[in-house]
DNA sequence: CTGGATCCGCGATGATACTG
DNA sequence: CAGTATCATCGCGGATCCAG
């Protein structure tokens, strides 16, 4: 009965669908808050942002990259970024098995722009973290 | 004793601080990770980019102008701007009250790069909806 | 090596009602 | 107008075990 549920259940096939798309209408009111949602899951970047600095990777090194993510959430992140098209996931059918990912030229696209944002908050951060220290100050 | 506590239950007082600090250490491993998780609390970019639009805005003008967010949801997001030094948040004691939001210089420094990441996601969304439609239909 | 499947807690978020 | 307080929900994300 629960065969092959790839990460979010599927059963059906045709309601699957309808009740995906469904779903999305529903969040996606916006395509800022959908996208923009999307690219962090608190990994997400992260994750463009080291595949973008190398051709491609494979599930283990994108883990050692990837300080603190766990077997899982990386899986569902690569997953989530192939179904958006920002990378794909070749299978090199040999033991043991070989996976590579790599960005898609529409991923490539916004690697520039992630690294500017995370580059903003290298440098912004102490000013953050001031700020926010000065914050609960203020209320004691 | 409790004045002014907004929204995240304080009950000790240095207690409190500790916790938010080691609370903050251990998700705050790396910047990335951090800032960027929050700039994406789902409203959070929104808020910024609408507050961008403007020189100021009051709490009901930003309720409209972003559709959606719940009166709660605007005002957690505004709180954490605010904490992060991004915004103002200015008084008029009057009746009936009026409050201002207003960016700050380091608020605005961010706005661009924001709007850049929306015109990107306004621009590819579709290659994005279709990919993932593709998605599931070959995996049905 | 590269994940899939499951269990589960906690925090984020929404709905609703109330206040100065 | 601009919130605050409270409750209920729901999905993220971690831990763990399993498999090709």
């Not at 990994?43 to 050692?64: Q, V």
């Not at 098209?85 to 992630?114: A, D, H, M, N």
Request: proline share 4%; glycine share 4%; charged share 30%.
């Amino acid at each position: 009965m629960e065969v092959t549920n790839s990460l979010k259940a599927s059963k059906g096939s045709r309601e699957e669908i309808k009740n995906y798309f469904s779903d999305s209408a529903k969040t996606k009111h916006c395509p800022i808050t959908d996208i923009l949602s999307r690219l962090s899951d608190k990994w997400t970047i992260h994750t463009i942002i080291t595949l973008g600095k190398s051709e491609s990777l494979r599930f283990t090194e994108l883990k050692k990259l990837i300080p603190g993510i766990s077997q899982r959430m990386l899986t569902v992140t690569l997953r989530t970024l192939e179904e958006d098209g920002l990378l794909t996931r070749t299978i090199f059918p040999q033991i043991p098995p070989r996976v590579e990912y790599k960005l898609t030229p529409l991923g490539r696209s916004l690697v520039g722009q992630l690294i500017e944002l995370s580059d903003w908050a290298n440098e912004n951060m102490v000013h953050i973290l001031r700020s926010r220290e000065e914050y609960i100050l203020k209320k004691v």
